[in-house]
């Protein structure tokens, strides 16, 4: 993690809240009071020794001023200004605030994904409400009853002097119809009363399987070795988190392939070979398997083994069908994400895996290694084509030409040799200017 | 001679109402009960007024209604449409395939009778 450009504002902060003034906290730091308030401008780097003596002065932690809030937390603000499409928020300073006000921020990004699943929820109803097969039918059944009843009752009652069959006929009629409205009415109480008891807190199935997997740090020991299918049954009905049909069913689909994975890669020799090499492309020689093969199972191993690994996968639409965070590359929940990963261009040319470091805007200078590669699920007939999915495994970017703060201005610039590419996570938390890419206007006015 | 009315509806019960109302107010009512070929029964018995249920099996009333409206010798065909739900998108689809009247089940007697006499006068 690189240190940020925040750190002068944190320490004033922090030193105008313990009550100190600028000249007294570089006396006991031993540092001049003008070098001191350069720093709290950001106008100077700050590390090693005098930082350890600012926050022993301070008493907090030294990560609490390197690291300042979380990024996770900075993103959620993001994200939550984005989606509220606010007035006057001031995104230009989420890290400010988040930094400031901790508990306060993770509050508002708690509120917003809230509001967000409420908001789902709604929209799954009103759906359900308005699509859904059975209530639509059992509903045309009960009105179709009804208008045949009170048709023939009026006819019943307004006509004068009725031949004796035909209101024989009819009153048989009424007879036929108003049970057959009894159990149509019944039907539909059965089926809403049902209805409002299964799948009660309405996530999307894709939230119950990140939950679920995120619960169990994307690695599941039993599934390693020689695991039957009745394990990941068991792990799937045991799994809370799992609350709709359809999110068990994601999930067992989930752990089958991975325990296709496991079987192909031996857990024991993938760690073997890992520390050897990290390389995926040289994974999947040795195992002589396909990269996202290889991507899949070194996204399935403990982070204390393969330390920070993110996984996204996508299908032809560019529907996410698959996450695992990564925690300096944020990827978007529901809205699209940024047509410019390289996710997306392997649908495009399936032999072509690439490789690339990314930076995505507005998470500062950080890059992160990239490596996409697209698979064949399903080959294709006359009647359709193949089905195709894609998947970006995403690394740390151990490479160290990093650029120094501020000078992002240049798109896809190389750096220490390597071509960067400059990406965003959706359009509209988005900086990046002028991109061919943007599909609606962001609301993130300048860049961070 | 009465005027003649085609009804194309699947309801046994609902058929069987509006066949004698409509037959008491002096109307030649024909009935006809599924979408697949309602088009030919259309064409086989040149009604004056078409009544037409939305949801038919096999076809659609709307699609029926286009093929009427597409037919040269029918495209002036009085149509009055039965909908069971009153939602606006049904009747905008109804209107945009040009129908020229259409009700929201269930309906009073009375209203079909009006509504039949008058589309047929005009």
Known sequence: MPESSMIGSRIRERRVMNGIRQSELARRVGISPSYLNLIEHNRRRIGGKTLLAIADVLEVEPALLSEGAEAALIAGLREAAGTQAAQGVETARAEEFAGRFPGWARLLVDLHGRAGALERTVETLTDRLAHDPHLADSLHEVISTVTAIRSTSSILVETEALEPEWQNRFHRNIDEDSRRLAEGAESLVRYLEGAANTEAEIKSPQDELLAFLSAHGFHFPALEGDAGPQVARRIVEQAEALVSDAARRLALDALEQYRADAARLPLERVLEEMRRDPAPERLAQVFDCDLPTSFRRIAALPESEAGLVGLVSCDASGALTFRRPFPRFAMPRDAGACALWPLFQVLGQPQVPLRMRLRQAGRGQETVLALAAAEQISPATFERPALMRAHMLILPDSSDGRESAGDGADSAGAIGGRVVRDVGVSCRICPLRECAARREPSIVADGF | ?122
């Not at chain 2, 008491?24 to 040149?46: E, F, L, M, Q």
């Open chain 2, 1 to 122: 001679m009465g005027k003649r009315v085609l009804l194309i509806e699947d309801e046994p019960n609902i058929i069987e109402a509006v066949s004698f109302i409509l037959s008491r107010d002096g109307w030649d009512v024909k009935t006809h009960s599924n979408g697949h070929d309602a088009i030919d029964a259309v064409r086989a018995r040149a009604p004056d007024l078409v009544i037409l249920d939305v949801m038919l099996p096999g076809k659609s009333g709307f699609d029926i209604l286009h093929e009427i409206r597409a037919d040269s010798d029918l495209s002036g065909m009085p149509v009055l449409m039965l909908t069971a739900r009153g939602q606006v998108k049904d009747r905008e689809l109804a209107e945009q395939s040009g129908v020229n009247r259409y009700m929201t089940k269930p309906f009073s007697n009375a209203d079909v009778l009006e509504v039949v006499r008058s589309m047929v006068a005009s």
